[in-house]
């Protein structure tokens, strides 16, 4: 374990709340990505990004944002703009595209 | 565009049978596939990728282009399998860059 974090753990918003959720790594990774994963849906990509100062939209990005001003950090903003935000959030990063991704433990983010 | 399909929500075997997790998968270029492992109250983590041909904790699936599928077999299950499986399939998304599919998953329960 270990390389890859993400914080907080739990998350509580209020409905037309922004909420960030971090997701940090040590691995020197390049690539970074965000899943949402929901029971019997599996995981499904929001966004990844490949290097610095640039990502990409995955399958399911609107109302998602995100940032990649660091190597090590890839910070998913979850705007009011997601209709139903509700879900267990997963980061993951790996060393070159297509390679074995790790994943982090998570945010559980729950909407009020 | 790429789709993973597990058939199966929930399977439950005994301990010591054999189990088979299921994976089809659809793409029209060549295919690289993954199982990742969910274990109880543990971060995603890798199982096994095709082109490494290894068997990580008994478990072995064979890419079977004909079928399209990629299943999971182990030929005795242990208590310690119980977990979430989920199927991958990496697919080039342009530039250079790859997004993992995931399947729904399959829990899987060896009852003791």
């Known amino acids: 374990d270990g390389g890859i974090t993400q914080s907080p753990k739990y998350l509580f918003r209020k409905e037309g709340q922004n909420v960030t959720l971090s997701c940090e790594q040590n691995?020197?990774?390049?690539?970074m990505y965000w899943y949402r994963q929901d029971p019997g849906q599996g995981l499904r990509l929001i966004y990844y990004?490949?290097?610095?100062?640039?990502?990409q939209k995955g399958d399911i990005a609107e109302g998602y944002s995100v940032s990649r001003e660091k190597k090590e950090s890839f910070p998913l903003t979850v705007t009011s703009a997601q209709k139903n935000p509700t879900a267990f959030y997963l980061c993951?990063?790996?060393?070159?595209?297509?390679?074995?991704?790790?994943f982090g433990p998570g945010t559980r983010l729950t909407v009020l | 565009a790429q789709r993973v399909t597990q058939p199966e929500k929930l399977l439950s075997v005994f301990k010591g049978a054999p189990v088979e997790l299921k994976c089809n998968y659809s793409?029209?270029?060549?295919?690289?596939l993954f199982w990742y492992v969910q274990y109880s109250r543990q971060r995603l983590q890798l199982l096994l990728r095709?082109?490494s041909r290894e068997s990580i904790k008994g478990f072995t699936a064979d890419l079977n282009k004909g079928e399209t599928s990629f299943h999971l077999k182990k030929p005795f299950a242990q208590e310690e399998d119980s977990a979430m499986y989920y199927c991958?399939?990496?697919?080039?998304?342009?530039?250079?860059?790859?997004?993992?599919?995931f399947g729904k998953g399959t829990k899987l329960s060896v009852i003791p």
């Open positions: 095709h082109i």
């Open positions: 990004s490949q290097i610095v100062n640039d990502f």
């Open positions: 991958a399939l990496s697919s080039c998304s342009g530039a250079g860059s790859y997004q993992l599919t």
């Open positions: 691995l020197n990774h390049d690539a």
């Open positions: 993951a990063s790996t060393a070159a595209s297509g390679d074995t991704q790790y």
């Open positions: 793409y029209s270029g060549s295919p690289e």
